[in-house]
């Protein structure tokens, strides 16, 4: 079974442009949640989608968005870019919620200039 | 507090044992985990724990849990040169998972 698959894999963006990343999840999940890992802070959790719907959202301002499409593949969206927004972006999947067991992939590095 | 404590790093010689502390903050959390980063890669789950046990192990690989003080950790006996990583661990609190900042796990030959 593949695991979670994460594209791109690495890009560099500029101040004020927006990215859009894309991630598919394990076949039967239907879960996926988003977290953002820097040096400074860590895993931090953005949002879940759960059968097209965002579930749980984390503490991040409104450019970042998400959504999650019929076959579960899922994407974030950031807007307005800013240096902090630099950071690996993980995506993970689970059976039924974030609450369960999730399995993450490799991430894509953002680094914006 | 609000946040999941670990110690941020932690040197062992290879082929000694390594305990790897955590802190989570609920109590009533249900499911901690154990995931491990390699560089450049996202998190592996190694292993988790139901919180009605006080111990699980898998292999190399042993997690106790003290309900009581919220304290958990991971052993991992004959640490060998392949674990150098960071060990995050994490708990399942409002439906979501949240993480620790990770422990840094040095392997001294």
């Known amino acids: 079974k593949a695991g979670v698959t994460q594209t791109p894999r690495y890009l560099i963006k500029t101040r004020g442009q927006q990215v859009t990343l894309s991630c598919s999840p394990i076949s039967g999940h239907r879960s996926v949640s988003w977290y953002q890992q820097t040096p400074g802070q860590g895993l931090q959790f953005l949002f879940e989608y759960f059968s097209e719907t965002q579930r749980n959202k984390g503490n991040f301002p409104g450019r970042f968005s998400g959504r999650q499409f019929s076959n579960s593949r899922s994407e974030m969206n950031v807007s307005t870019l800013e240096l902090g927004d630099s950071a690996l972006y993980l995506c993970a999947s689970s059976v039924e919620g974030a609450g369960n067991t999730i399995y993450f992939g490799e991430g894509s590095w953002l680094t914006v200039v | 507090g609000e946040d999941v404590e670990q110690s941020l790093f932690l040197s062992v010689r290879e082929g000694d044992s390594s305990v790897i502390n955590c802190t989570y903050t609920d109590s009533s959390s249900t499911y901690l985990y154990w995931y491990k980063q390699e560089p450049g890669a996202g998190l592996q789950l190694l292993t988790y724990?139901?919180?009605?046990?006080d111990m699980k192990q898998d292999q190399r690989l042993t997690v106790l849990l003290n309900k009581k003080d919220k304290h958990l950790s991971l052993r991992i006996a004959d640490t060998q040169t392949g674990d150098s990583a960071i060990y995050f661990c994490a708990e399942r609190r409002d439906d979501k998972i949240i993480f620790g900042k990770g422990t840094r796990l040095h392997i001294l030959p």
């Open positions: 724990i139901f919180s009605n046990m």
